[in-house]
């Protein structure tokens, strides 16, 4: 039932209309064990913090406090959840509360400076060290600034702001249509940036309710948990690919806009999952367990991204 909802809620173009400043001159693609495996050299910087990519019971309820101007909070649940990445009109609309701390920081950057690492170790330091809760702002404040003109987002802002906003971050495609649609350059800056976190969340998500218990923790790495894992990696992935896939079909209705860059979309939504479940597999036994971490200058210099 997910994925049918999945499929003719998310499927709707986000494209942000304001151009990009910095686009790369050669596509590049994302190396997704070496991405994760910098996440987890961040990850590690906090030995107390319990080790799990589990989302926590209560969150603040973003939609209801922004009509409301009063507190509101939520319980977590997958379901609702699955409706908050849709974008469902009734939602919680999930929220950290660190969001804007986080945009300060962004703002705060150089133009053509802020990357999937350095972004991903300011929002564990905001959320002292809880990975869903990092994902999750980062993907919040980016999907509402990718988003804000689409009426389900009820967002503030400008053409101005967001340009200002977005020429804060590195080009992580290659292939923008900034570049050229003439040339065949489509990518999409904006909706490749927060799908990352998007299909993270929803990876994480599916952890909820695994790992409550002493039994489920020991048998983590059994046979019984490798192939859970397994299947809650094959389901990730399955969305992360209908995402895109439907739009293919759908382009026969006639009030559909349908978005370019389908593939590529595609491989950054498999790409998020991918990370996910390393991390997550590295992580639920509350020890990382990945043997080779990344070198320090590959976190650094952006040594994930690789040129195609």
Known sequence: MDFLLFFFLFSHSSHAVEAYSYPKQQKV???SEVLAGCFLKEINKYPNQTRTTEPLFIYRDNKTEHFTHKPARCKFDHDAFFDYM???EVRCDYSTGQEQKLRDWIMSKADNSVDPVNIFREALKLNGGSTFNAALTIHQLLRNEARYKGKAFYYNSTP??????????????GDLEERGKEKGFEADHQGS??????IMGYRFSLNRGSFNDDESMTCGY???????SQLKAFK?????????????PMDFIGDYQP????????????AGSHIATIIEDSTHKRALSLQTFPDDKVCENQGYLEKD
């Open 29 to 31: 693609s994302i190396n």
């Open 222 to 228: 059994s046979e019984k948990g490798l192939i859970s």
């Open 259 to 270: 978005g370019a860059d389908r593939p590529g979309k595609m491989a950054v939504n498999l």
């Open 236 to 248: 990730a992935n399955s969305t992360a690919i209908a995402a895109e896939a439907i739009k293919y």
């Open 160 to 173: 101005d702001l967001e340009k200002s906003f977005w020429n804060k971050f590195v080009d992580i495609r």
């Open 193 to 198: 940036w927060y799908r990352i976190w998007g």
């Open 86 to 88: 849709i974008a469902g």
